[in-house]
């Protein structure tokens, strides 16, 4: 049996995530190829303590811990739109410099926007 971790536990990783997601989105504001590849780092680790997050069996949820949840989803929802603009950016980009050196072009990858990132909590 998984034994309870404490809710400074919970407020740990919460706050751990939002700055990931924090460092990341300051990358993601300038979608270079760079920029991108600097991201994932920082991605990653949010990612691990969101994971780490969703498997902690707290107890139930505080006012703080609530309002600490919500501007993890709000982070969250800030990437998400800025990694969808950057791929639409370089997708883009990719069209025009196929447009402009005259090759035939190839099928586009389809790009559905709804597909997000999100975090059930």
Not at 18 to 28: F, G, K, M, Q
Not at 45 to 53: G, K, P, S, Y
Not at 88 to 107: D, F, K, R, T, W
Request: with cysteine; proline share 7%; charged share 20%.
């Amino acid at each position: 049996m998984r034994k309870a971790q404490p809710v400074g536990h919970s407020c740990q990783l919460i706050l751990g995530a939002t700055e990931a997601l924090s460092r990341a989105r300051d990358l993601l504001v300038r979608p270079s190829p760079q920029s991108l590849d600097m991201a994932c780092i920082p991605l990653a680790t949010a990612i691990e303590q969101v994971t780490d997050l969703q498997t902690a069996s707290a107890a139930p949820l505080s006012r703080d811990l609530n309002a600490a949840l919500a501007g993890l989803r709000r982070e969250i929802d800030l990437i998400s739109r800025l990694l969808e603009n950057a791929a639409s950016y370089h997708v883009n980009l990719v069209q025009c410099m196929i447009e402009a050196s005259g090759a035939p072009a190839g099928p586009m990858p389809h790009m559905d926007s709804r597909q997000r990132l999100s975090m059930d909590a």
